[in-house]
C-alpha cells in the first residue's frame, strides 16, 4: 500500500469513527465535559490532518489523523462516547 493509500485509508476510517460516535453521560454531569473535550481534540486533529493532506505533507497528516482517532478510540474505551459497539472502528474489549 502506497504511503498516499495508507493516509487516505485512515482519513477516511476517522472520518466514519467521529460520525459514528456519541457522548454518553447526561448533559449536566462532570464527564460530558471529558467527553465534549474527547470530540473536540479529535475534530481539530482530524481539520490538521486535512490541511496538512492538502498541503502535501502526508506524514504530519497522518500523524494527526491517527491522534484524532486516538482520542476518539480512548473516550469509546474510556466510556465517555458511545462508539455503538463497533469493533472494526474502536478497540472494544468485553
Known amino acids: 500500500m502506497t504511503d498516499e493509500a495508507l493516509l487516505q485509508k485512515y482519513l477516511k476510517l476517522t472520518r466514519e469513527a467521529l460520525e459514528r460516535v456519541t457522548p454518553c453521560p ?8 471529558a467527553s ?3 470530540l473536540s481534540m479529535a475534530r481539530a486533529y ?23 482517532h486516538g482520542w476518539l478510540d480512548a473516550g ?19
Do not use: C, M, W
Open 26 to 33: 447526561p448533559e449536566r454531569s462532570f464527564l460530558r465535559g
Open 36 to 38: 465534549d473535550d474527547f
Open 46 to 68: 482530524l481539520t490538521d490532518a486535512e490541511h496538512f493532506s492538502a498541503a502535501g505533507d502526508p506524514d504530519r497528516a497522518l500523524a494527526a489523523a491517527s491522534y484524532a
Open 76 to 94: 469509546v474505551r474510556l466510556g465517555i462516547l458511545d462508539g455503538g459497539d463497533d469493533d472494526r472502528r474502536f478497540t472494544l474489549f468485553r
